[in-house]
DNA sequence: GCCGTTTTCGGCCCGACTGTTTTCAGTCG
């Protein structure tokens, strides 16, 4: 049993104790201990072979971690087992309707013997939920509201989606004449994969008037709640909306608060309350007094805390770092210098070899590698080994014109479904850098697609391995596949993995990327452009990047090719 | 259920908004 699935069953163990009203401290420790699990670099199954402690993970206690070792090597967990006999998995159903918590969800089951989503609508139709205790007509066209919107199965839109929201909205909102200041914040300033809700916080003398703006932007079907200070509207596309408008002198406090995460926040409001101070999101107060508040900096230096990037505000290492006065410098945009995984219309890709040339070299990049399909990827026309050779040769000639940049001989080979390479060694011989990716077969059992990895990273012209999980954000799970086993091999053989900068992939995610920086294994940020515009996307590899908390010196392709060879420790330089 | 330089009990972040209330509980972020 994996991390994953562990912290699956601790996630759906506090559901039903919430939903049961238990010491709601005790469900948020089991939340706690799943994502502490789910983040944690390591398998717990390796830790119990290397017989380390569990509670060394953050959130995990005596006996949590007892639990967890039975769960995980017996795959039965008996609380769970207990549970889930007092409440059917259809019954917390209820919890996914927006505006339904633990108290009413648990007040239907009881009063009403509501057992699933369609027993539900029936009763809320018979305007049977208005007579209950607590309940009203308005309760009821609510829960009708929320049924409706879940059957609708909103997703978290891709970073790249909620950023072309955000500009729009904010170019909109500072046409206002009263707005002094204007900032995105949450998961979306967080630069998280992907982003549920958007969040605007405003500074305004005047906040009647920029929601009276915001209630008339075009796109908005339904405002769902509207305050003295804040204001949430449903988009015509699905996102919800929320503004808040708060005086100068809260910008920080409230900007801080509303970029989150709630994790971080707690962590922070502890610290405060250590101190004898309160923090909310109009600032640092001892006793009723303000004392700071204007910017985030002012508020964190109150804790004598630096600023941390919103990236990092995930209250995974942020504050242990910060202790040790060892915030890592995250990575630029403007520091990558090559770009080396991308397709041209040989294969599959939209532009000629020369366009994506011209569009790197637009771009301020020093070098690019041509990795096009190889021929196994039938569909997007892949490259046999003679036609890769007469791409290079052409690749040789236009060096040859190039000054200060270098296109790089390149391959995505494919990884077969029984494993090898879909190129011979004498023709990956010939390359200046080899990306080997797992295309078909992505069904295939944990132990084979891991095998077949491990096999192409102990190739030695492979040089890293590309879209390490498969993933597709919102359309394709990741494979099943042992990351850590994977990154022990690209530790021992020298390789690197690379960060697949498309919106729609950004693997290995954050997480992984971090596990990777543990365990020495370089990372390669590339975009996989398929025609000259997608070569921006590398924004969305970096943001992913700084979450994991890397730098320069953790990124390959922010250095000069020459060294990038020389990190790669084989043949020599071209 | 976790945690500890206010340690083995008694805390556990904080506030806005809504609806059903007539002072507050529930939900959300």
């Given amino acids: 049993m994996n991390n994953v699935q562990i912290a699956a069953c601790l996630e759906e163990t506090a559901d039903i104790l919430e939903f049961q009203a238990a010491n709601p401290f005790r469900v948020r420790a089991y939340r706690n201990a799943a994502r502490a699990i789910t983040e944690w670099p390591e398998s717990i199954a390796s830790m119990l072979a290397a017989e380390k402690p569990l509670t060394e993970i953050a959130g995990v206690g005596a006996d949590l ?8 090597m017996t795959g039965v967990f008996p609380l769970l087992e207990e549970l889930r006999g007092q409440v059917p998995q259809s019954v917390l159903a209820l919890l996914r309707v927006q505006g339904l918590g633990p108290k009413k969800a648990a007040a239907l089951h009881k009063e009403l013997k509501i057992a699933s989503l369609d027993e539900l609508r029936e009763a809320c139709e018979a305007h049977r939920v208005r007579e209950l205790k607590g309940f009203g007509e308005k309760t009821e066209q609510a829960i009708l509201a929320g049924l409706a919107l879940a059957s609708t199965a909103h997703e978290r839109m891709l970073w790249a989606e909620a950023d072309e929201w955000v500009q729009q909205l904010l170019a909109y909102l500072r046409t206002a004449p009263h707005v002094e200041q204007l900032q995105a914040a949450g998961s979306y300033r967080r630069g998280r994969d992907t982003v549920g809700d958007l969040d605007f916080l405003a500074v305004s003398s005047q906040p009647k008037e920029v929601m009276g703006l915001l209630a008339e932007f075009p796109e908005i079907s339904e405002v769902i709640a509207r305050g003295p200070t804040k204001m949430s509207v449903r988009l015509a596309k699905g996102p919800q909306l929320d503004l808040r408008v708060v005086p100068a002198e809260a910008f920080g406090a409230a900007l801080l608060y509303f970029t989150g995460s709630k994790d971080h926040n707690v962590v922070l409001r502890g610290r405060a309350k250590d101190r004898g101070l309160k923090i909310n999101e109009y600032g640092v107060f001892e006793g009723d007094r303000y004392i700071a508040g204007l910017t985030e900096e002012d508020v964190y230096a109150t804790l004598d805390l630096p600023w941390f990037p919103p990236e990092l505000r995930e209250a995974r290492h942020e504050f242990e770092w910060a202790d040790a006065g060892a915030l890592p410098e995250l990575i630029e945009p403007e520091q990558i210098q090559g770009d080396l995984h991308m397709h041209t219309t040989e294969s599959d890709g939209q532009a000629s070899l020369e366009e994506m040339v011209a569009g790197a070299q637009a771009r301020g990049l020093k070098y690019i590698a041509i990795t096009d399909h190889s021929k196994r990827v039938s569909m997007a026309n892949g490259l046999d080994g003679r036609r890769l050779r007469k791409q290079w040769a052409q690749i040789d000639r236009l060096n040859e014109k190039l000054k200060g940049f270098t296109v790089l001989k390149g391959v995505e080979v494919d990884i077969l479904e029984k494993g090898g390479l879909d190129l011979t060694d004498d023709v990956l011989a010939e390359a200046d850098w080899v990306v080997a990716s797992v295309h078909y077969g992505q069904n295939q059992p944990r132990e084979q697609i891991t095998k077949r990895i491990l096999e192409a990273l102990a190739n030695p012209y492979v ?36 960060l697949n900068a498309n919106p729609s992939r950004l693997d290995l995610d954050d997480l992984a990327c971090a596990a990777a920086k543990l365990q020495g294994v370089p990372i390669v940020i590339s975009t996989d452009a398929h025609n000259v515009d997608s070569l921006n996307h590398i924004r969305y590899g970096v943001l992913q990047a700084r979450r994991a908390g890397l730098g320069k010196a953790d990124v390959v392709n922010t250095h000069a090719w020459k060294q990038v060879q020389k990190l790669l420790g084989k043949r020599s330089a071209k």
Avoid: C, Q
């Fill in 65 to 72: 971690a007892e639990k967890i070792a039975a769960l995980s």
């Fill in 463 to 498: 040089s890293a391995i590309a879209h390490p999980t498969g993933r597709l954000l919102n359309r394709r799970n990741p494979y099943d596949v042992d990351l850590e086993a994977v990154l022990k091999a690209a530790h021992e053989h020298g390789k690197f993995m690379e």
